[in-house]
């Protein structure tokens, strides 16, 4: 099953079942108000979902809608929690090397998680607005998580049923502010503007053999300008999605609708594969040459993300954006 | 005008307002459906909510309650974000001479801020359930503030008018967890629980000539166990709130609702005023004598958190909770 949000005014928009072709949708209106107030009731709002998903793929149903990437909302326009991991060893291993920063005890036992912004995120296709582009403009390809509730304490084995949904992210970083705000130990305010996410969220068995170990064992596509940029394959990631949601969870509950990143995808094999983010390009170049060739983005830059099945089609749609100045 | 939230058994509860004393309150509903759905129309909704404070404050009134703080939820039970700074300089000195922490650049002049969990909050009276007396259960008072939508790039002048609502915050601390999870850069994940607010929730001017700078000029008053541990004053604080609302703004939007907090509230004179949390009593004992005598918290510890106004009278009623451990 595969959802989206379509804007209407309000704040969290209008849940829509989407066809497994990104092409038709039907307005789900009769079963929730939003995504969020579906995740909220969860078990009595998914099977009835279902019958709409159900339905729409038999063929025509009443009301149905052309479903257009371009001006669908975020899955989730608002939530009340974002944490966000970096569950990929060899990204932060590179960029502790490249750029210095103090090693992490237990890094690979203990996940990194930061809270990011919830409250505004952005669609698909939206320009990002950002103060400055000497701020180090970075887009970060991730894969995120939505769950239902999990209460305080719940073990990572119990976790991965809690898992409801799965999206792409960019969530994008400002460069000259995050090794600041690292060393504050504070985690990262001026850093992290606003996620934004894939046109749908999908449920885990959309995704087949390929959802397995809490992880998505698919490569992630990442374009710049259009020119292709790197393809790391999530399947390396250093913890399941369930393990990081146990983490998350260890003093908290964590309410319905929380989405749990993975950080940027990034292999081993970075120097084949290519990267889901400049920093990590640029601290390979550091590691080769001295020094960073490649800049940040501009004002006027595009990002494309995507995930894309055995068969070559897309699972989420395209994230597919461009930084701007924000209006001040 | 003093705004509370009574349990109803939904998430965001039922909005009252409260009588100066904190004796009587009238409920809102006819207003807004929560007091999160009248910040997010606060110009419509504020004039309403003085019209119903100003008739309670003249007599009885139609549908009167007894306000009790020993029942009453959190002011918000969930909101959109929660940005927690530390502006209290000489707290920030203290726990890195005692607890060796690194130095943080340009602490003067650019404020420390964390994301916090604001899905889940805890009312002035509720049990706060956690995981372990081993993880060095600590509480923090605080003051914080509530604002409605503040736009990307917002100046600290302009900020101070977004400033709708003040409460008194208990945003307790797993110090095990705090120093490991510092050093990772991250910011915290175990080593913060759920945040508790006062029983009211004020408008600015609820604090007469106290609100003045961004700031509360006046002490916060702490009791551990019934016996009195501390009461710095909060005017002391390093940043005023509108300079963290602006920093908080630098690249993000935040959503009406959005709560900022103050950080432990402390002083330069430590040794005579006391403290609002046991870590800095730590330091202190570290500082004197070489190593910390005072424990942290064990299940069953209260901690109040109060203040009053010039004559004596509690302005947010009292947070008091105690500390037990979570159901498993």
Request: proline fraction near 6%.
């Amino acid at each position: 099953m595969k959802l989206a949000t379509l804007r209407d005014g309000t704040p969290d928009g209008t849940l829509v079942v989407v066809s497994t072709d990104l092409r038709r949708a039907v307005k789900a209106t009769s079963v929730a108000a939003s995504l969020l107030a579906a995740l909220e009731s969860w078990d009595r709002s998914e099977p009835r979902l279902r019958d709409l998903a159900k339905a729409l793929s038999g063929g025509p149903v009443s009301g149905e809608l052309e479903f257009t990437q371009a001006t669908v909302g975020p899955p989730l326009p608002r939530t009340w929690q974002w944490l966000d991991g970096s569950a990929f060893h060899s990204h932060g291993a590179l960029m502790q090397r490249a750029f210095k920063h103090a090693p992490v005890d237990a890094v690979q036992t203990r996940p990194l998680m930061y809270q990011g912004g919830s409250d505004d995120f952005l669609g698909p296709r939206d320009d990002m607005p950002l103060p400055s582009e000497a701020d180090g403009i970075d887009f970060e390809a991730e894969l995120a998580v939505v769950v239902d509730r999990v209460g305080m304490g719940t073990s990572a084995a119990a976790a991965l049923e809690h898992v409801k949904l799965v999206m792409l992210a960019n969530d994008a970083s400002l460069r000259s502010h995050a090794l600041p705000e690292k060393k504050t130990g504070f985690g990262w305010i001026h850093a992290k503007p606003a996620t934004s996410f894939s046109p749908v969220a999908v449920t885990p068995d959309e995704l087949g053999p390929a959802w397995k170990d809490g992880r998505v064992h698919l490569p992630m596509r990442v374009s710049w300008n259009g020119r292709a940029f790197g393809h790391p394959h999530a399947g390396e990631m250093g913890f399941g999605f369930h393990e990081l949601i146990a983490h998350a969870a260890y003093s908290r509950n964590l309410s319905a609708g929380t989405v749990i990143g993975s950080g940027t995808i990034s292999n081993e094999s970075y120097r084949t594969v290519g990267s889901a983010c400049i920093a990590e390009r640029r601290a390979i170049e550091i590691e080769d040459g001295g020094h960073a060739v490649t800049e940040y983005m501009r004002f006027g830059d595009r990002v494309r993300i995507e995930m894309l099945d055995a068969n070559g089609n897309t699972l989420f749609g395209a994230i597919d954006q461009r930084m701007v100045p924000a209006r001040r």
